[in-house]
């Protein structure tokens, strides 16, 4: 058996009562029955919430890094998803372009500009990488600059100059774009973080106030056939084109025809929970991973179970969650959408006090620990069947980091 057989109750506080109660109960593992391989699970901090955990003392920047990436006294998180900045400036939370100014036109020279710090993204993507060994590193852009797009403005929609059905007197931008995007991997590659995956869309089904771009499967096809080789030309043949984090799993699955022409070129299929839940599998043979999700409004809650605290926080119910995600949907990676923030409300799994001397890590946090620190990438789930009433068991063959 090439694997140690890692047997793991999804639901660790209900399970850990269950072995005491429950000890006749039996759970066959079948290694021969396997499933999807396990990438990781994470956390985001775009649109400048970074800047807030770099703002810290040095001793509580150290208490909310080890609670998010830690495998032993945190989350171990093995995920991290940087935002690519698109807007022309860096007021309120906007992420900032490394192209601010349009250059005089999509075949112009670049006028990059880069500050070294993206909003601190540096500095957290170098902590996780060097000082905990993070080995993933997804960087998605939301949306182009505001030149590149039929609307001129990186917020509310608009299109990629030239993709299908979106023309622009400026021209096509679609290699500007893909060079852009190239040139930011550029900078952390000469930092020593390797990004692993890029994303070129965030919410295309949605038109809001922030940075967001509209498109299709088929608009979306076509950057992907510019962005492909422009990532080869430059070196990152390793590097993975993930898509189209839609709003919803079924906006997600609905871009799928369109995009099936690229179908070689792509590597990773992302969707978010937002708009409809991870409840079946995208038709893809790719890796298909849920990377936003969070109770967005609801008050701050750092309960676990039923009767401490607003319901759509609690920490089982986002067990749960990731529970159905990998058994019904497939998926191989789940991400929440922030990790450490300051705040009133479930956004985030770690709050930072509003008078910032204290980080406080809700259940939330413990609910994804009990997945990521054991379900570790590279982990294969196996077949599992008997779980005891009350529970749900999933077994996995052992990932990075584990005893072989
Ligand atoms: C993780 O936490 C443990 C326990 O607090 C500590 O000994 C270890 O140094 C931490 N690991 C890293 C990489 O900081
Ligand atoms: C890509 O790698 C090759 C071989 O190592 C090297 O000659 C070339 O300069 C590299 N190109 C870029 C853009 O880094
Ligand atoms: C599950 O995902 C894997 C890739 O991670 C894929 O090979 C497999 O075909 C998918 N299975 C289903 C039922 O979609
Ligand atoms: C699992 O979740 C429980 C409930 O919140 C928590 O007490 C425990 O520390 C978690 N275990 C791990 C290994 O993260």
Request: proline residues 4%; charged residues 15%; aromatic residues 8%.
């Amino acid at each position: 058996m090439p694997f140690l057989a890692a047997v793991l109750a999804a639901l660790a506080a209900t399970a850990h009562a269950l072995t005491v109660r429950q000890t006749s109960t039996t759970i066959t593992v079948d290694l021969a029955k396997t499933y999807q391989t396990i990438d990781g699970f994470g956390i985001s901090e775009t649109f400048q919430r970074a800047n807030q955990m770099h703002a810290l003392t040095p001793t509580l920047q150290r208490t909310a890094l080890d609670l998010l990436f830690n495998r032993t006294s945190g989350a171990g998180f093995s995920i991290l998803r940087n935002g690519i900045g698109s807007s022309p400036d860096s007021s309120s939370d906007h992420m900032v372009s490394i192209q601010p100014k349009n250059p005089g036109g999509p075949t112009s020279p670049p006028k990059y500009v880069w500050d070294g710090n993206d909003n601190s993204q540096v500095w957290l993507s170098t902590e996780a990488v060097k000082t905990y060994g993070l080995t993933t590193v997804y960087a998605n852009a939301w949306s182009a600059p505001g030149y590149m797009k039929t609307n001129g403005n990186d917020a509310n929609g608009g299109s990629l100059c030239g993709v299908s059905g979106a023309s622009c007197a400026s021209g096509d931008w679609k290699s500007a774009y893909a060079n852009y995007l190239v040139q930011y991997l550029t900078y952390y590659r000469e930092l020593g973080v390797q990004v692993t995956h890029v994303g070129f869309l965030n919410e295309p089904d949605l038109t809001t106030s922030y940075a967001s771009m509209r498109s299709s499967g088929q608009q979306a096809a076509d950057f992907v056939k510019v962005l492909r080789p422009a990532l080869d030309r430059a070196n990152f043949t390793g590097v993975k084109i993930a898509c189209c984090d839609a709003e919803g799993w079924s906006s997600q699955q609905g871009m799928m025809g369109g995009l099936s022409a690229v179908d070689g070129m792509l590597g990773t299929i992302t969707g978010h929970a937002y708009t409809s839940a991870p409840t079946s599998p995208i038709n893809t043979k790719h890796p298909v991973w849920q990377t936003e999700n969070a109770d967005l409004q609801g008050a701050w809650t750092t309960g676990f179970a039923s009767g401490s605290g607003n319901s759509a926080g609690l920490g089982l119910l986002w067990a749960e969650r990731i529970s159905d995600a990998i058994t019904k949907a497939n998926v191989s990676v789940y991400l929440y959408w922030v990790g450490v923030q300051g705040g009133a409300t479930n956004s985030k799994l770690i709050r930072i006090s509003d008078d910032k001397t204290q980080v406080v890590a809700s259940k939330r946090l413990w609910a994804f620990a009990n997945w990521s620190r054991h379900v570790r990438p590279g982990a294969v789930r196996v077949g599992t069947s008997g779980s005891p009433s009350g529970a749900r068991c999933k077994s996995y063959r052992a990932g990075q980091g584990q005893a072989a």
